[in-house]
């Protein structure tokens, strides 16, 4: 199976701040990665698929890059309503496999 | 518009067994397939598994073969997830999500909650 590596499991920044999140996988994917929010008691949320293109109706505000094994996520100017954890996600290889997740807090 | 409803919340025993439904609406069912995902409290996403609705192909986690049965009914739009032998690991919310070409798992339903507990 495809080991997704999510870090920092977890962060606390400022509104207003860039927020980075990486996803490295344990073998070459590609670009074949997801990225969701998932709010508190929420389902999941798609926002970037194919590692950099936007999910329709996703703020701009939201990227995603990378390709291969290393993958970047960004929020360009953290806002309130962002609170959540954010996951990736490989689509290359089944199973299909998430990385463990990264808490965003506001400062 | 694209919605995925599922059915309510359950609580079982351990052993028994739990069928979730999915039922589909706003595009052409047949067109897609639905995966499933789980997550136990307070922990990450969990690939269970995924069905085509056109053919009823499926392909599911390891992990739970020969527990896990994935089907649909084409005349409803309904996707169902029928897991045995419950254990108190099971204990999750189940998740299903439109499963398509690219991109992949872009709506998901609500979740439905199941709890295994004596």
């Known amino acids: 199976d495809i080991q997704m590596t999510q870090s920092p499991s977890s962060l606390s920044a400022s509104v207003g701040d860039r927020v980075t999140i990486t996803c490295q996988a344990s073998?070459?994917?590609?670009?074949?990665l997801n990225w969701y929010q998932q709010k508190p008691g929420k389902a999941p949320k798609l926002l970037i698929y194919d590692a950099s293109n936007l999910e329709t109706g996703v703020p701009s505000r939201f990227s995603g890059s990378g390709s291969g094994t290393d993958f970047t996520f960004t929020i360009s100017s953290l806002q309130p309503e962002d609170i959540a954890t954010y996951y990736c996600?490989?689509?290359?290889?089944?199973?299909?496999?998430f990385g463990q997740g990264t808490k965003v807090e506001i400062k | 518009q694209v919605q995925l409803v599922q059915s309510g919340a359950e609580v079982k025993k351990p052993g028994a067994s739990v069928k979730v439904s999915c039922k589909a609406s706003g595009y052409t069912f047949t067109s897609y397939g639905i995966s499933w995902v789980r997550q136990a409290p307070g922990q990450g996403l969990e690939w269970m598994g995924w069905?085509?609705?056109?053919?009823?192909?499926?392909n599911y986690a390891q992990k739970l073969q020969g527990r896990v049965t994935m089907t649909t009914d084409t005349s409803t739009s309904t996707a169902y997830m029928e897991l045995r032998s419950l254990r108190s690991d099971d204990t999750a919310v189940y998740y299903c999500?439109?499963?398509?070409?690219?991109?992949?798992?872009?709506?998901w339903g609500q979740g439905t909650l199941v709890t295994v507990s004596s």
């Open positions: 999500a439109r499963y398509g070409a690219s991109p992949e798992n872009d709506y």
């Open positions: 996600q490989q689509y290359d290889n089944l199973p299909r496999t």
């Open positions: 069905i085509s609705a056109y053919n009823g192909n499926t």
């Open positions: 073998q070459d994917i590609s670009n074949y």
